[in-house]
C-alpha cells in the first residue's frame, strides 16, 4: 500500500491565484482530514470527512473548500489564494473504530 | 477537547530514556490521551493511546497517573532517530476522531 499520498510537494501560488492540492488513501479509510501547519506551530484542522458525500468544518476552513466524491480521494481547494495561507499541509486519514490517523508527506505552499 | 500543557524542549542522551510529561488536568472521563511524533518535516507519526491504564507496544510506554490529569510519554531507550516534536492530545472518541495538536515538546537526543 501507498498509504497516504499528496500532490505537489512544493508549489508557489501569486496572490488570487486558485489551485487545488490532492490527496488520496488506498486503506479504504473512511475518515480524511486536512491540516495546516505554519512555522513552529502544531497543525490546525481544516476539514474534514467522515465518508463519501460528507464533509465538515474544522478549525480554520475560511479561504478554503474540499469536496469528498470518492472514499479514496479528498481534494482541498483554495481561491484567492493570499500570504496568509503561505504553510504546509497535510492531509491524513483514519479507518472508522480505528485509533490513529495516518498523516501523508504533506504540501509546502508558498503565496507571494 | 481538554487543553494539554507540556515542556516547549527536553533534551535526552542517547542510549537513555526519554520521559516525556504532558499535564491535563481537565481531562473528561471518556476522554483519550494520544501521543504523536513529527520527525523534521513529515507528516505525524502516531506513537501511543490510553484511556486510563498504563500502555506499552514497541515504541514506547505511556504511563497515566491515576487521577488522570497528568502523563509521562517513555521511550526505553532514545536514539538520535527519535528526535522530533512530540504531540500530547487529549481526544473524545466520535465526533470525526479529529486531533487537536498544541505546539508539542522538541526532543533532542544527543550522542
Known amino acids: 500500500n501507498a498509504g497516504v499520498t499528496q500532490t505537489p510537494k512544493f508549489r508557489i501560488l501569486k496572490i488570487g491565484q486558485s489551485m487545488t492540492l490532492q490527496c488520496a488513501q488506498d486503506?479504504?479509510?473512511?475518515?480524511m482530514y486536512w491540516y495546516r501547519q505554519d512555522p513552529g506551530m502544531g497543525l490546525k484542522l481544516i476539514y474534514y470527512s467522515v465518508g463519501a458525500g460528507i464533509t465538515d468544518k474544522g478549525e480554520v476552513p475560511n479561504g478554503y473548500n474540499v469536496s469528498r466524491s470518492t472514499t479514496e480521494d479528498f481534494p482541498l481547494r483554495l481561491e484567492l489564494a493570499a500570504p496568509s495561507q503561505t504553510s504546509v499541509y497535510f492531509c491524513?486519514?483514519?479507518?472508522?473504530?480505528?485509533?490513529?490517523?495516518?498523516f501523508g508527506p504533506g504540501t509546502r505552499l508558498t503565496v507571494t | 477537547d481538554a487543553k494539554t500543557t507540556q515542556p516547549p524542549s527536553m533534551d535526552c542522551a542517547e542510549g537513555r530514556a526519554a520521559n516525556l510529561p504532558c499535564n491535563h488536568s481537565t481531562i473528561s472521563g471518556n476522554e483519550y490521551v494520544y501521543w504523536y511524533r513529527q520527525i523534521h518535516s513529515q507528516g505525524p507519526q502516531y506513537i501511543i493511546h490510553?484511556?486510563?491504564n498504563n500502555e506499552t507496544n514497541e515504541m514506547a510506554s505511556l504511563i497515566i497517573t491515576e487521577d488522570r490529569k497528568s502523563s509521562t510519554l517513555i521511550l526505553p531507550h532514545a536514539t538520535l532517530r527519535d528526535t522530533a516534536v512530540y504531540y500530547c492530545?487529549?481526544?473524545?472518541?466520535?465526533?470525526?476522531?479529529?486531533?487537536?495538536f498544541g505546539a508539542g515538546t522538541i526532543l533532542r537526543v544527543k550522542s
Open positions: 491524513a486519514s483514519s479507518q472508522l473504530g480505528d485509533y490513529e490517523q495516518y
Open positions: 492530545i487529549v481526544r473524545v472518541e466520535g465526533n470525526g476522531n479529529k486531533l487537536v
Open positions: 486503506m479504504n479509510h473512511n475518515y
Open positions: 490510553g484511556l486510563k
